[in-house]
């Protein structure tokens, strides 16, 4: 036996006497880190209830306007965070999200203002189109060995192009009415509040994606695949899973939330710019980190990137209502953020 060998052989041992939690506490472990997202949205929200102004002795942070308000600001960001967290689940990345939303809140107002397009052809063939880019980003990145951050940094620049060229490089404005240059007016639904004017539109489609979207990561074989090729591609290839295949899927998932999120945003704000969503990939990334999904792939869940979303709407919403300058403010959430990945390394070097 060689010097090496036996260096080797020693290391081993060493491991193998490395002391294991107790097999309770292990799983006590295992319990917070899975739910970090919503033991974090909690103490924040607790946070935020005893650090809010109060008017009149009424705590603004727990007015019902407010609570709403939260809901419909994060609904953007939460719909495109689901679908980040399919593609970081496999591995991957995608940079375009943004500008996926910017092309699909242009192109929902062209289509619609310019081309007299009703509102359910124009959503379909503007879902089609952010589906579509996902899935050829998907297909190049996983037939060429591209990586996944390089391909879809390329698709954030060809998207934007593309909406500057479909609208002329001009934002679009929406109004509503019947005839030539105007939307229909049941396209201001997405501005609007169901329930006795209790809930945003935009928060209950947030949550019924959401809801669509834990089904198909927790009952079905598409979910296995899914996490069987974060945990090892290779290991997950020679045991027939259909790698390509999912990669594409997952990728086109989250170009077509994208371009949903898009379509609300141009509801929302009634108009449709190239502009729109520009760094609203950091924002995803970040609510998925929060959440507890590792960028290294296979371990993460929808439940924890909703509760991240909400996480961070808690927070600006109780930083802006505090008149924290944006600038501490940056600060404070890189913090959040950091302590999120720090949690998730722990993770990783406990496993």
Request: hydrophobic share 55%; glycine share 14%.
């Amino acid at each position: 036996m060689t010097e090496e060998s036996n260096r080797q052989g020693s290391a081993g041992r060493i491991l193998s006497k490395r002391p294991a939690l107790p097999s309770g506490r292990q799983e006590w472990v295992e319990f917070l880190f899975r739910f970090q997202s919503l033991f974090g949205l909690i103490v924040v929200f607790l946070a935020a209830i005893a650090f809010s102004p109060r008017r009149d002795g009424e705590i603004l942070f727990l007015s019902l306007v407010n609570l709403t308000n939260i809901l419909r600001s994060v609904s953007e960001i939460g719909i495109i965070a689901i679908g980040m967290t399919f593609v970081i689940l496999v591995g991957g990345i995608d940079l375009s999200v943004g500008s996926i939303l910017g092309l699909a809140a242009t192109g929902s107002a062209v289509l619609m203002v310019e081309d007299n397009f009703g509102v359910l052809p124009a959503v379909l063939l503007v879902l089609l189109i952010g589906m579509a880019f996902g899935a050829v980003q998907g297909f190049v990145s996983t037939r060429f060995a591209v990586q996944a951050f390089i391909v879809t940094l390329a698709g954030l620049q060809i998207g934007r192009g593309l909406a500057r060229i479909w609208s002329g490089g001009q934002g679009v404005a929406i109004s509503y009415g019947e005839g030539k240059g105007q939307a229909p007016e049941s396209f201001s639904i997405l501005s609007e509040r169901v329930f006795n004017g209790l809930v945003p539109v935009p928060a209950l489609i947030f949550f019924i994606v959401g809801a669509i979207a834990v089904f198909v990561l927790n009952k079905t074989t598409f979910s296995r695949h899914v996490y069987a090729i974060g945990g090892n591609e290779r290991a997950a290839r020679i045991s027939g899973v259909p790698v390509m295949r999912v990669k594409i899927t997952v990728f086109a998932i989250s170009g077509m939330l994208a371009a949903l999120a898009g379509i609300i945003h141009a509801g929302q704000l009634s108009q449709g710019s190239p502009n729109d969503g520009i760094a609203y990939e950091l924002d995803a990334i970040a609510a998925v980190v929060v959440g507890g999904t590792s960028l290294m792939g296979g371990v993460g869940s929808v439940v924890g990137t909703i509760g991240g979303a909400i996480m961070l709407g808690v927070l600006n919403n109780i930083l802006a209502l505090n008149s924290i300058d944006i600038n501490t403010q940056y600060l404070i959430k890189g913090l959040v953020i950091v302590a999120a990945a720090a949690l998730l390394s722990l993770r990783s070097g406990d496993r």
